[in-house]
């Protein structure tokens, strides 16, 4: 037991002998001063090198290390949020089995009916008649075929419809490519954008937002097919007559037609245009009948031979008041609006680009777009102290009336001109004024933004505003002395009165083709004529307008946004019924009145037939655009209008649908404008 007492412990449990010992600190002096409180803090020694590199303050360390939550962060963070519960809505969307939204739907409004096509198809409706659609301003899809440097691997991309990529990608390439030449209206040197051919042309405008697509799904249940549909795509950029100079597109309709005349046991075709391709097919039929080398040579019977009806869906047959808010100063209602919550975007430099002036500088140089100014001047439209639509409903609110609203001004210059009597409006003719005394900038100093306004001076734009008040029958003064140049190529391809005797010679020209106040319908009493549209939606009329504060390169007029009063006016625009984008006016009156009978626009006695549809909003999220929309595009899928659409197609005459299905005053209206008929 000694002897295990004396063993050594092992050297993992002591330290080694050689090891050397630390160094005993000497003792501190007793100093008053060196005592320490328990309460503070000991300082910790910093290096010198160190010392130069630390700030004054710390504020992470008065906040105990915690990150200040910023404005930015918030941001940051709601987005993400969103997007979140985007992409995880999305892709449950998809994944579920198809029956599981239908079950939803139906749980929260009811049984969905079933689509016009499954239902006919039910009463045993084949299709008989070839179709024919032709698309409107800007559902039509384009591509690019030749271009500059900066659109490198866009051939054969979608510049127009579809995905609009290239818009965020390269912006300003996409408006120089999307420009025609100020001076030709056509190609500028080095570009070719033509529009994309087949069914997918304007099957649907973007992802998920249908143009024709239901439509044709639905002629599809009773038996239709791409033998005997057509869509007559064409570049709604350029005139109708240079759409046949420059792509034969006209031609090309006139060939498919007689092709599917000839495949399909004789029958004649059903035509379908929307919205600016009403005015497009009416320049055909002129087109088609004409002799070389101005027209098509078809003879005059070759409308009768080829075509059993014509039903016209949202069409502007005498122009809208929105064209001319856009062509004066690239606003509309809704962009005036967004305007005047943030000018700073829309009025100024945004991402590189003068939105508003590029927006102006590329649709000036699309002529097709200047068919749509109103035609028929104040006979049609009315004028200082007199309006069609006068003392009618104001929508949505069916119980306010536009009692003392002269809808006959189309622009007015500050609210109190729109509403002061005729006799009290001191006018001062702009049209031999003056330009100069400059506002002038060069084009080279306003760049790629620069527009007709920047040669107009103060002078010029004193004498437009002096002028105080435009009727329809001056609206074309006024755009020729804005823009010179663009009316100079739109007057040689559009005109906008109203014949005084169809049978003079002149009238032969193609500018008045798409006129129906200056030409005649076709020699073919068989055919019918049918205009589909939508009512219901506060729809623009016409315009308050003020000056625009001065910048450099800017536009100088803008609507007056500040003016409100009731339903018929809001945010500087006068609203009567209509689609949201044609009135009721414009759509219905050549049905309820110029072609109405024999006339001297309809000599033959084609009949024709009214049928609007009642806007009705979806009743929830789940229903989409809804089936019963009466607004200009989304009035495609309405069920109703499709169930006529397809009858016709079928072989119903206009009497067998219903007749006139009338809803507004158009007939009313159209009794108070005296037109010689």
């Not at 003792?27 to 008053?32: C, K, L, W």
């Not at 060939?255 to 000839?262: H, K, P, Y």
């Not at 400059?438 to 001076?457: F, K, L, Q, R, V």
Request: with cysteine.
């Amino acid at each position: 037991m000694s002897e295990l007492r004396k063993r050594k412990p092992s050297s993992t449990n002591t330290p080694s002998s050689s090891a050397p010992k630390p160094p005993v600190p000497p003792p501190i002096p007793f100093d008053s001063e060196s005592i320490i409180s328990e309460s503070e803090p000991v300082p910790v020694p910093v290096p010198a090198s160190k010392q130069k590199n630390k700030p004054k303050s710390d504020k992470t360390q008065e906040t105990g290390g915690a990150k200040k939550w910023s404005c930015v962060d918030s941001c940051c963070w709601l987005i993400g949020v969103i997007c979140t519960v985007w992409w995880v809505l999305l892709f449950s969307y998809n994944a579920m089995p198809a029956s599981i939204p239908q079950y939803v739907t139906e749980a929260i409004a009811g049984p969905m009916p079933d689509p016009p096509g499954v239902k006919l198809h039910k009463e045993g409706l084949k299709a008989k008649h070839p179709v024919v659609f032709v698309p409107g301003i800007v559902t039509g899809g384009l591509e690019l075929w030749e271009g500059h440097q900066c659109a490198e691997g866009l051939f054969r991309k979608r510049l127009w419809g579809g995905t609009f990529g290239e818009v965020y990608k390269r912006p300003l390439c996409w408006v120089e490519h999307m420009s025609m030449d100020n001076e030709t209206g056509l190609d500028p040197p080095g570009v070719r954008v033509r529009p994309v051919t087949g069914l997918v042309a304007a099957d649907y405008f973007a992802p998920g937002y249908f143009v024709w697509a239901v439509l044709i799904a639905n002629l599809a249940r009773i038996g239709y097919e791409e033998k005997n549909m057509y869509m007559a795509a064409y570049d709604w950029r350029i005139s109708f007559q240079n759409t046949e100079v420059r792509d034969q597109t006209l031609s090309r309709i006139k060939s498919n037609i007689e092709l599917m005349v000839s495949t399909n046991g004789g029958k004649k075709v059903v035509v379908i245009p929307h919205s600016m391709g009403v005015l497009y097919f009416l320049h055909f039929m002129k087109w088609v009948e004409a002799p070389v080398p101005m027209g098509g040579g078809g003879g005059p019977d070759w409308c009768a031979k080829h075509i059993k009806a014509l039903i016209n869906i949202g069409g502007p047959f005498l122009g809208v008041p929105k064209a001319v808010a856009g062509l004066f100063s690239a606003e509309a209602k809704d962009v005036a609006v967004a305007r005047s919550i943030a000018p700073g975007v829309l009025d100024s430099d945004f991402l590189g680009q003068t939105t508003l002036r590029h927006v102006m500088r590329m649709t000036r140089t699309w002529d097709a777009t200047m068919s749509l100014i109103p035609k028929g001047g104040d006979t049609i439209w009315g004028g200082l102290d007199w309006s069609p639509e006068e003392g009618s409903v104001c929508p949505p609110d069916k119980e306010e009336y536009s009692n003392g609203i002269n809808y006959g001004r189309m622009i007015s210059f500050g609210n109190d001109i729109a509403e002061a009597p005729a006799t009290e409006i001191d006018q001062t003719d702009f049209r031999d004024a003056e330009k100069g005394d400059n506002i002038a900038h060069s084009n080279g100093s306003c760049g790629d933004t620069w527009t007709e306004y920047h040669e107009m001076g103060w002078r010029g734009i004193k004498a437009v505003a002096d002028y105080k008040v435009y009727t329809a029958g001056s609206l074309v003064d006024l755009l020729s002395f804005v823009a010179p140049k663009m009316m100079q190529r739109g007057s040689a391809h559009h005109s906008y009165g109203i014949a005084d005797d169809l049978d003079d010679p002149k009238y032969q020209h193609y500018k008045y083709w798409s006129n129906p106040l200056e030409t005649k319908l076709p020699n073919a009493p068989e055919m019918e004529i049918f205009s589909l549209y939508g009512v219901g939606l506060p729809t623009e009329r016409a315009y308050v307008y003020k000056l625009a504060q001065s910048a450099e390169c800017y536009i100088p007029f803008q609507i007056d946004t500040s003016v409100n009063n009731g339903t018929c006016l809001k945010d500087g625009v006068y609203l009567v019924n209509g689609d949201e984008t044609v009135p009721v006016l414009s759509a219905g009156f050549m049905c309820a009145k110029g072609w109405n009978g024999k006339t001297r626009f309809n000599p033959a006695g084609i009949k024709t037939y009214i049928r609007e549809y009642v806007h009705a909003p979806p009743s929830n999220l789940l229903e989409g655009r809804g089936t019963q929309s009466g607004a200009h595009v989304d009035i495609m899928g309405n069920f109703a209008l499709i169930e006529d659409v397809i009858r016709i197609a079928a072989g119903a005459t206009g009497d067998e649908i219903g007749g006139n299905q009338v809803h507004t005053d158009i007939f009313k209206w159209s009794e108070r404008i005296k037109l010689k008929l």
